[in-house]
């Protein structure tokens, strides 16, 4: 089992940015990528960016390439979703999410944190 938690979803005017962390705990060596995803009222959950954890390659949903930028520390087992230039339409639950594979399809991954709220207000 891995256990994950999110972190750092708050209000935030647009243009603004926010960091969202993932901490992971319980078997995370059976992980090999991260990934984040969203989900706004009505909506399916989208996916948004993802790691992998021993070489950190990353991959972003062309919605956010340029503004959002995933890290990890493997020493914390924590991920990070750094979001810059924020619009009202990245207003959403932002799940991160462990998996085998760096992968957009969210069926796809094995574990989901509970979920944190980031509001963007024009």
């Known amino acids: 089992q891995v256990q994950l938690v999110e972190s750092g979803g708050e209000p935030v005017q647009a243009g603004g940015s926010l960091t969202l962390s993932c901490a992971a705990s319980g078997r995370t060596f059976s992980s090999a990528a991260m990934g984040w995803f969203r989900q706004a009222p009505g909506k399916e959950r989208e996916f948004v960016a993802a790691?992998?954890?021993?070489?950190?390659?990353?991959y972003y949903a062309d919605s956010v390439k340029g503004r959002f930028t995933v890290s990890r520390d493997n020493a914390k087992n924590t991920v990070y979703l750094q979001m810059n230039s924020l619009k009202p339409e990245d207003t959403a639950v932002y799940y991160c999410a462990a998996g085998q594979r760096l992968v957009t399809t969210p069926t796809l991954y094995d574990y989901w944190g509970q979920g944190t709220q980031v509001t963007v207000s024009s």
């Open positions: 790691i992998r954890w021993s070489v950190g390659t990353t």
